[in-house]
Structures are given as structure tokens and as C-alpha cells.
């Protein structure tokens, strides 16, 4: 019998996967933030709220 329970492997893996997606997704956001930068680089105010973010 293959019985599934609340809080199974099977759980854990799918919301470790998850949570890889969304480490992924926020990645390629901040090196597609870095790619406009570079892009556009007569953007000051743009690089200015940038780095005070990173502050």
C-alpha cells in the first residue's frame, strides 16, 4: 500500500523545489537589473537607488 501522509518526503522535495525556483527567478531579475545598467549606463539615478538598496 502506498499511503501518502502530511508532511512526507515527497513534501518536502516539492517545496524545496520551490523554493529553488524562486531563489532562480530572483537571480535572473537582479542580472537583468544589471544588463539595463550596463545598457544604459546615463542612468545615474537608476545605479543611485540601486546601490542604496544594496546599502
Do not use: C, D, F, W
Not at 24 to 42: D, V, W
Request: net charge positive; charged share 30%.
Amino acid at each position: 500500500m502506498n499511503t501518502k501522509e502530511p508532511g512526507n518526503s515527497e513534501t518536502q522535495e516539492t517545496s524545496a523545489g520551490y523554493e529553488l525556483v524562486l531563489l532562480e527567478q530572483e537571480s535572473m531579475q537582479k542580472n537583468r537589473l544589471r544588463e539595463m545598467l550596463k545598457a544604459s549606463s546615463l542612468r545615474q539615478p537608476l545605479q543611485i537607488l540601486l546601490k542604496r538598496k544594496q546599502l
